[in-house]
């Protein structure tokens, strides 16, 4: 088996909706993975100011847990104030933040101009198999993250992930604004669909392309969430 990360950044729905998820989910019996998918999921527990310093000082952590706690994924999520649907960021930039996080504060170190990072997992693979696990929802890749808070934490993770085993090994989830128990219901179902669908994608066929005989370890996860709401637009 391996270790599973999801970690929110920024908003109160996306924390509301990281800590809805259960702490298991059983996948049902696939090609890749004859005996199913075992994924156990941790909450993390506080929610992750939208800060650039804050982002700078949790991340390492997300990935490299003091109690050992090491995932071989991970999965951020934030909110889009002007987006009416769910999306997938394809990439995320390492310069250009202009913007004064929550406490008027810009990056302390400047990123490489030009320089972007990219999952190492299709984007386009797991939208395309996300869209059949979420009853209709409005799910999309993106090539725009907004250059903020949380295109700065998928940058981030890319970053301290580069030149090891898990490289390319994170993804960020923008959803919707929403406050309502309807908004969380309907968040919770597309994030299990959506971690349903990479656990497909990136860790299924994975183990089938070695030649392993998936499901048969559980994939240890991480839920995390954010207290301040991304700014609208983005």
């Known amino acids: 088996g391996g270790d599973w990360s999801s970690d929110v950044c920024s908003s109160d729905l996306s924390w509301e909706i990281a800590r809805s998820l259960p702490s298991t989910l059983r996948l049902p019996a696939s090609a890749r993975a004859p005996g199913g998918t075992k994924v156990n999921l941790r909450v993390h527990p506080r929610a992750v100011r939208v800060a650039y310093g804050v982002v700078d000082a949790v991340v390492p952590g997300l990935w ?16 889009a104030a002007g987006r009416e649907f769910y999306c997938l960021e394809k990439r995320a930039a390492g310069w250009g933040y202009t913007v004064g996080d929550v406490e008027g504060c810009l990056p302390d170190k400047e990123g490489v101009q030009g320089e972007v990072l990219e999952p190492g997992i299709g984007v386009e693979e797991v939208v395309g198999v ?50 309502a128990e309807a908004d969380v219901e309907r968040g919770r179902r597309v994030v299990l669909g959506l971690l349903e669908a990479v656990v497909e994608v990136g860790w299924e066929r994975e183990e089938g392309e070695r030649g392993g005989e998936g499901g048969k370890g559980a994939i240890k996860g991480f839920v995390g969430g954010g207290s301040v709401r991304e700014r609208v637009g983005l």
Do not use: Q, T
């Open 130 to 179: 996300w869209k059949g696990r979420v009853g209709g929802a409005d799910v999309r890749a993106s090539e725009d993250a907004g250059r903020y808070l949380c295109e700065y934490i998928l940058n981030s993770s890319l970053g301290f992930l580069r030149g090891g085993e898990r490289e390319g090994k994170c993804l960020f989830l923008h959803v919707p604004a929403g406050v």
């Open 64 to 79: 490299e847990g003091e109690d050992g706690w090491r995932p071989d994924w991970g999965v951020h999520i934030g909110m």
